[in-house]
C-alpha cells in the first residue's frame, strides 16, 4: 500500500494542506502513522484516490507502472475534464 505525506497527498491533488484536512475529516477519513518515523502522519494511496473522486479532482502523478497509452489517455481524459470546467458557467 503506497502511503503520502499531507504535502505530498495535497500537492498531487493540487490543493492546500487545509483542503486536504477539511475534505479528511469531511470524510470521516484518519491519518495513519509513518512506518519510518511515528512522529509523522501519512495519507493512504486509496483514501487520496477516494477524495480525488469526491472533489472531481485528478491526482497530478501519473504512476511510472503504467504503459504509454494508458498515460496518454489519463492525459486525454484530465485535458477533457479540464475543458469542461472551462466551459461550465457558474
Not at 32 to 57: C, E, F, M, W, Y
Request: aromatic share 4%; proline share 4%.
Amino acid at each position: 500500500m503506497n502511503t503520502y505525506s499531507i504535502q505530498t497527498a495535497s500537492a498531487l491533488l493540487a490543493i492546500n494542506i487545509s483542503t486536504l484536512h477539511r475534505w479528511r475529516h469531511s470524510a470521516h477519513m484518519r491519518l495513519l502513522r509513518s512506518p519510518t518515523d511515528h512522529r509523522r502522519h501519512v495519507i493512504p494511496g486509496d483514501q487520496l484516490v477516494t477524495l480525488a473522486k469526491l472533489h472531481g479532482r485528478f491526482i497530478v502523478e501519473i504512476p511510472e507502472t503504467q504503459t504509454i497509452e494508458q498515460r496518454l489517455a489519463h492525459l486525454e481524459q484530465q485535458v477533457a475534464f479540464l475543458q469542461a470546467r472551462i466551459e461550465t458557467p457558474n
